[in-house]
T-cell receptor, first 112, second 111 residues
Framework: DTAVSQTPKYLVTQMGNDKSIKCEQN?????MYWYKQDSKKFLKIMFS???????INETVPNRFSPKSPDKAHLNLHINSLELGDSAVYFC???????????FGQGTRLTVV | GEDVEQSLFLSVREGDSSVINCTYT??????LYWYKQEPGAGLQLLTY?????DMKQDQRLTVLLNKKDKHLSLRIADTQTGDSAIYFC???????????FGKGTRLSVIA
């Protein structure tokens, strides 16, 4: 069973479109994250949710809106996509008080 | 703010040892990690160390931590071509704070 799964794995879309990336974890963790990895492979935190509550929102355009319907899911919706949004987006989860953070396989978003 | 620095490239011959270095600035870092990313793949947790430890060994991997200098290293013994990947150093304060990553070190293993 995949611990942290993201869909889709690849997403190609035109500028101006709205798209969503879904993430689910079956580890029972209480905290989930979205990270962005740019073309130079640099990884930056975007959002962090603990028990469905937003606890970290880094400097991210408000076109990006995370939604956590329950503790096991953290979806990322992006409005009015721009070329600069092209990147690999990673979802991750961890449990408060625990050491490990587990990552999904990433969603490669290409905006054309 | 927190910062994690790594050299971007390392090239070694197959069978040699690889040492990947990392420095961090956050003195409240509790956990320090090494992740591996193969081409087109996700992030695989290799190992981690608590800030109150100096060393951790796991098969071919040895992690050394110098807390005074805020320096972390990952040594891979008997490096193989399958070890070619990007290695990310990361730190975090506590169990539900996000990881802060370095820019990654691209390890190339020459046969």
């Amino acid at each position: 069973d995949t611990a942290v799964s993201q869909t889709p794995k690849y997403l190609v879309t035109q500028m101006g479109n709205d798209k969503s990336i879904k993430c689910e974890q079956n580890l029972g963790h209480d905290t989930m994250y979205w990270y962005k990895q740019d073309s130079k492979k640099f990884l930056k935190i975007m959002f962090s949710y603990n028990n469905k509550e937003l606890i970290i929102n880094e400097t991210v355009p408000n076109r990006f809106s995370p939604k956590s319907p329950d503790k096991a899911h953290l979806n990322l919706h992006i409005n009015s996509l721009e070329l600069g949004d092209s990147a690999v987006y990673f979802c991750a989860s961890s449990q408060s008080g625990s050491t490990e953070a587990f990552f999904g396989q990433g969603t490669r978003l290409t905006v054309v | 703010g927190e910062d994690v620095e790594q050299s971007l490239f390392l090239s070694v011959r197959e069978g040699d040892s690889s040492v990947i270095n990392c420095t961090y600035t956050d003195s409240s870092s509790t956990y320090l990690y090494w992740y591996k990313q193969e081409p087109g793949a996700g992030l695989q947790l290799l190992t981690y160390i608590f800030s109150n430890m100096d060393m951790k060994q796991d098969q071919r991997l040895t992690v050394l931590l110098n807390k005074k200098d805020k320096h972390l290293s990952l040594r891979i013994a008997d490096t193989q071509t399958g070890d070619s990947a990007i290695y990310f150093c990361a730190e975090r304060d506590s169990g539900n704070t996000p990881l802060v990553f370095g820019k990654g070190t691209r390890l190339s293993v020459i046969a």
